[in-house]
């Protein structure tokens, strides 16, 4: 009887070492499927007046080792969300452009969208927006696919914002 015991104790034992090892690699999946892709110090301009549009500004950083690209963005209280770079034309002319083709997030890199660079563009909001209000927007990654971002709206840039 004592022998039946200890064999049973080792099937146990076994048994427990199974689940365990079982338990890691399923949680080193989960870890490893999730998108390398994190959006921080999300921030949008209160509209002006009865305004029906605003501009919105974040850091992307793609953990990842793959580049990924942001292909575009969307929003239930928006007719229209586009990506926009400004920049200086040969006149000297400040110039806003829709970003056609994606915006590139390399592998381990950071981009930023800022006031006078690469931005998204918000056009005709269901109400105006003031501060204190929340934008939703989802951004949609060709690898990491749609990120849903709650992005509060301010007159400036976060205080935390490494660019502030």
């Known amino acids: 009887m004592v022998r039946m015991s200890r ?14 090892a079982a338990l890691l690699f399923v949680a080193l999946t ?5 998108p390398g892709i ?18 919105a500004y974040m850091t992307i950083t793609n953990k990842g080792a793959e580049g990924d690209s942001l292909q575009s963005a969307r929003s239930a209280r928006a007719k229209a969300v586009e990506l926009h770079q400004t920049k200086m034309n040969p006149a000297g002319v ?10 590139s997030i390399p592998a381990n890199g950071v981009v930023e ?20 209000d929340e934008l939703p ?12 971002v709650a992005v509060p709206v301010s ?5 935390d914002h490494p660019h502030h």
Do not use: N, Y
């Not at 959006?39 to 501009?55: K, L, N, S, Y």
């Not at 690469?118 to 003031?130: E, K, Q, R």
């Open 113 to 132: 969208l800022a006031p006078g660079g690469i931005h998204v563009m918000v056009m005709g909001l269901d109400s105006a927006l003031a501060a204190g």
């Open 137 to 148: 927007l989802t951004l949609q990654f060709a690898k990491a696919g749609a990120i849903d």
């Open 155 to 159: 007159v400036a840039a976060p205080a």
């Open 7 to 20: 064999l049973r104790v080792i099937e146990i034992g076994v048994a427990v070492m199974l689940t365990a």
């Open 94 to 103: 400040m110039q806003m452009r829709e970003v056609e083709d994606g915006l």
């Open 30 to 34: 989960v870890w490893a499927a999730e």
């Open 38 to 55: 994190a959006v921080t110090d999300a921030w949008a301009r209160p509209t002006i007046g009865e305004g029906r549009t605003t501009a």
